[in-house]
């Protein structure tokens, strides 16, 4: 297993000065990405980048909820409850108390499935990976242990044994991030964002 720390992630000022991403992992195929996983500070209301071909699945990991605006309806991001919708759709965000940070997930789905889901409260089970495909855990709250190994705040932990033993005592939590690649042929590697 693999743990990539919050400290040594790196920030890269979005071109619209409306907040800063920190880039976690992606999965490469001839070139182009398959998938994303990274954090983003959101400093203001504003709009998102468009990206077409891609889902995206939008977690807020600290701060409050963050509306996001649709042209046909309105989607209420809230803390710790995954939102998924298209990455072309046209979206305009608005805070309703502040910044916050949310973790994005973003895959095209002609060559995976991608999945974020909560895992908390005092839990002890087994999850297995996926044969071809990614399973990773970000931390959210205390020190949740996967494979025996604590989680903090803000790190990400990559699986590359056939199962993750979580065990979380109350009050912890984190996101379970998994991908399952559809075509077995077509090669994706994992690039791991560090220093």
Aim: negative net charge; proline residues 6%.
């Amino acid at each position: 297993m693999q743990i990539l720390k919050f400290d040594d992630l790196i920030e890269v000022p979005w071109r619209n000065g409306g907040g800063i991403t920190r880039n976690i992992a992606k999965g490469l195929h001839l070139d182009q990405a398959a998938w994303t996983i990274s954090r983003a500070d959101v400093a203001q209301d504003g709009p998102f980048s468009d990206f077409a071909g891609m889902v995206r699945v939008l977690t807020v990991v600290s701060g409050s909820i963050m509306t996001l605006e649709t042209p046909t309806a309105s989607i209420d991001a809230r803390p710790w409850e995954p939102v998924r919708f298209d990455g072309g759709l046209k979206v305009n965000s608005r805070l309703a108390d502040g910044p916050l940070t949310d973790l994005n997930l973003m895959f095209n789905p002609q060559l995976c499935e991608g999945e974020v889901r909560t895992r908390r409260r005092p839990l002890v089970c087994d999850l297995p990976r996926p044969n071809k495909g990614l399973l990773a855990f970000h931390g959210l709250a205390g020190m949740p242990k996967v494979n025996g190994t604590a989680i903090a705040i803000g790190d990400t932990a990559f699986v590359a044994q056939p199962n993750a033993a979580l065990t979380l005592a109350e009050g912890d939590a984190l996101l379970e991030i998994r991908l399952t690649y559809l075509d077995h042929s077509k090669a994706i590697t994992l690039c791991i964002a560090e220093r």
